[in-house]
C-alpha cells in the first residue's frame, strides 16, 4: 500500500506555492495544525524532510524540490480522473466553482457565447463572474483568488500558463456631430483637436496612446482615460471626444449611423487577449474552460469578420463629414 495519499500530496503542493502553511491551511478551508499534519505524516512516509521551518515562510529542501515536479504529474492525472468521473456520472452531485475574470471587452463580445457553452459541457460546474481591468485580473489570479482571468495578456509568470485568443482590432470612433476636416484620412494632429477617449491609465493601448502623442507634438495631449469602456461608448455617442475603440464592440453603433469611424493616419495596435490560468497548483477546470474559450472565442471572431463584410460594402469609405461641434 502506498504510504501517503493524494490530500497529502496536495497540501505539500500548496505550501510550497504559497511558502506558508497559514496560507495554505486558508486555501484549503482548514486549519494549521491541520496541514502541519499532512505534511510531518507526508516527510515521515517518504523518510525525508520537504521542508525548511524559517520564522515566517517555509522554503522546500533539496528533497521537497526533487519530489515537486512528479508530486505536480500526480496531483494533474488525480484531478483529471475526478473531473472524468464528475462528467460521467450522471447522478453524481458533486459542483465545482470556477472564478472567472474577464475584461470589459470580453463582456461586450463573446462572453454569453461561452457561458452557454461552459453550462452545456460542465452542468456541474458554477461560475463565479469577475469584471475588472487587467491590472487587477492579473493580480488576482497570481494571488489564486481566481482560476481562470480572460484579460490583456500573456502574464509572463512561471506558474500561469497563456492560451492565445483573437485580437480586436481598435478602430478611431466619434459622433457625427463633430467637425473634421473632409478627406479620406485625417492626422493624429487633427484628432487632438478634440479629446482623445481611451483606455484606462494602466492599461497597454493608454500606454501607447500616450508614447505616440507626446513623442511627437509638444502640446501635451487630452486624454481621457476611462476604466469602463460603456463609459468610454457613451462619452463618444455624446460627442465629447474621439475614441480608440474595438470594432466589434462599436460595429452596431456604426451601422445605426450614431457612431461614425474616423480613418487615421495612424491607430493603436491590436487588443491581444490570453486566457490565463495557474498552472500551480493544477486545475483541470480552469485548464479545460481556457481550451474551451479559446474554441468560443475564435468562433466568434470568423462569424463577425463574416457578418462584416457585407456591412463594410454597404458603408463604404469612412469619409469625415463637417457639422456642429469644433475642436479647441
Not at 516527510?43 to 522554503?59: D, I
Request: charged share 20%.
Amino acid at each position: 500500500m502506498i504510504p501517503f495519499n493524494i490530500k497529502q500530496l496536495e497540501t505539500f503542493l500548496l505550501v510550497a506555492t504559497f511558502g506558508s502553511f497559514r496560507k495554505a491551511a486558508e486555501r484549503l478551508n482548514t486549519t494549521q495544525p491541520a496541514v502541519s499534519t499532512r505534511i510531518a505524516g507526508l516527510e515521515e512516509a517518504l523518510g525525508a524532510r520537504l521542508f525548511e521551518r524559517q520564522s515566517s515562510t517555509v522554503r522546500l529542501t533539496a528533497e521537497g524540490q526533487r519530489l515537486l515536479p512528479a508530486a505536480q504529474r500526480v496531483l494533474r492525472v488525480a484531478e483529471r480522473l475526478q473531473l472524468m468521473a464528475s462528467s460521467l456520472s450522471e447522478t453524481s452531485e458533486t459542483t465545482r466553482v470556477l472564478r472567472l475574470g474577464v475584461a470589459e471587452t470580453i463582456v461586450h463580445t463573446w462572453l454569453p457565447d461561452f457561458l452557454k457553452e461552459l453550462q452545456a459541457n460542465y452542468p456541474l460546474v458554477e461560475t463565479d463572474i469577475v469584471v475588472d481591468a487587467t491590472t487587477t485580473l492579473r493580480n488576482e489570479l497570481i494571488l489564486h483568488r481566481l482560476d481562470l482571468a480572460v484579460l490583456m495578456g500573456p502574464i509572463l509568470e512561471y506558474s500561469i500558463e497563456n492560451i492565445e485568443m483573437p485580437s480586436f482590432p481598435l478602430v478611431w470612433v466619434c459622433s457625427p456631430q463633430l467637425k473634421l476636416p473632409n478627406r479620406r484620412k485625417v492626422t493624429l494632429n487633427d484628432l487632438m483637436q478634440f479629446p482623445i477617449i481611451s483606455y484606462a491609465r494602466t492599461t497597454r493601448p493608454y500606454s501607447e496612446l500616450y508614447r505616440k502623442l507626446t513623442g511627437e507634438f509638444e502640446e501635451t495631449p487630452r486624454i481621457f482615460p476611462a476604466n469602463s469602456l460603456a463609459a468610454s461608448i457613451k462619452m463618444t455617442l455624446n460627442g465629447i471626444g474621439i475614441a480608440s475603440l474595438p470594432e466589434e464592440v462599436v460595429q452596431d453603433y456604426i451601422a445605426s449611423g450614431k457612431l461614425r469611424i474616423v480613418e487615421c493616419e495612424w491607430h493603436p495596435s491590436d487588443l491581444q487577449f490570453t486566457a490565463s490560468y495557474s498552472s500551480e497548483p493544477s486545475n483541470p477546470i480552469a485548464q479545460q474552460a481556457a481550451k474551451l474559450a479559446a474554441s468560443v472565442a475564435h468562433a466568434y471572431a470568423a462569424r463577425t469578420a463574416k457578418a462584416q463584410e457585407p456591412m463594410d460594402e454597404r458603408l463604404g469609405p469612412a469619409i469625415s463629414q463637417p457639422t456642429e461641434v469644433t475642436g479647441r
